[in-house]
């Protein structure tokens, strides 16, 4: 009785599922709850391994195993760029809790990722995070966030760390960049270590917040060649370079995604 009590719910909600702004929803908790309940199961059976930035690698094939009913892809271009042994900070445009999703199918060897500090208290999330020494920072406290960047800076020159960084600072769906801050870049100056730019097409084909739509779509990530910080003069003329590379390369990337989705 049970089980076909399940059953009939599961059916109830993939029927559902299809539905306009209903499916929206039930999509998006699952979502939700993929990222958790994933990252849980994966900072359990990550804990034999101690803490480790090779726990990513089983974290990100549980999340898309979970994810897959979403039919959500992820087309990964030039992908040998991020085998470089040698340490350097990526940077990518941050749209929304897909990115999650996103970077796991870009994520290179021997890399941590810098989060906002908030997601420490979500469950599940935070033991993954944690098992995958995660960096936090602290967008609001001028102090801590210069510990966070230390820490960082630590890292790479004691274990060649990379470090994945959405320079934003927080999520943006819309078609211009937020100005970038200076964290990633004063990082990578101070580091001596190339910036490599991973451009994401725009999730909007296949979500979007406020017209509540999230179907099955594809997603471009493009990476592109590592970027010498040594060649500029300054943080700030680093940082404005790099705006500009990913927001220019970004809406090249959208018109590609538009066809895309469509033929799909």
């Not at 391994?49 to 726990?55: D, L, P």
């Not at 995070?129 to 920072?137: D, G």
């Not at 296949?206 to 970027?227: H, M, Q, W």
Request: aromatic share 10%; net charge positive; glycine share 4%.
């Amino acid at each position: 009785m049970t089980l076909a009590l399940i059953a009939f719910i599961v059916v109830l909600l993939v029927l559902l599922a299809q539905l306009p702004v209903i499916g929206f929803y039930i999509r998006f908790v699952y979502y939700g709850l993929c990222i958790i309940i994933g990252g849980l199961i994966g900072g359990i059976v990550s804990i034999p391994f101690g803490k480790t930035t090779n726990n990513h690698f089983r974290m990100f094939k549980i999340l898309q195993a979970m994810t897959s009913p979403l039919n959500i892809r992820f087309e990964l271009r030039n992908s040998a760029i991020l085998n470089d042994e040698k340490p350097y900070i990526i940077i990518a445009n941050h749209q929304s809790a897909i990115d999650v999703l996103g970077m796991s199918f870009a994520w290179p060897v021997n890399c941590v990722v810098m989060l906002k500090a908030s997601l420490k208290y979500l469950p599940g999330f935070n033991l993954c995070a944690y098992m995958c020494e995660s960096v936090y920072i602290n967008r609001f406290s001028r102090e801590k966030a210069h510990q966070a960047v230390n820490s960082a800076l630590n890292e790479i020159v004691a274990n060649k760390r990379k470090v994945w960084i959405y320079p934003e600072g927080t999520r943006n769906a819309e078609q211009e960049l937020l100005p970038f801050k200076k964290g990633a870049f004063i990082l990578a100056k101070e580091a001596k270590i190339p910036i490599v730019p991973c451009v994401f097409s725009s999730h909007k084909y296949f979500y979007s917040n406020d017209e509540k739509r999230f179907t099955g779509g594809t997603c471009i990530i493009d990476v592109l060649p590592a970027v010498e910080t040594s060649k500029f003069d300054s943080v700030d003329e680093l940082t404005v370079y790099c705006h500009k590379l990913i927001q220019a390369h970004r809406e090249k990337l959208d018109a590609e995604a538009a066809n895309l989705n469509i033929c799909n």
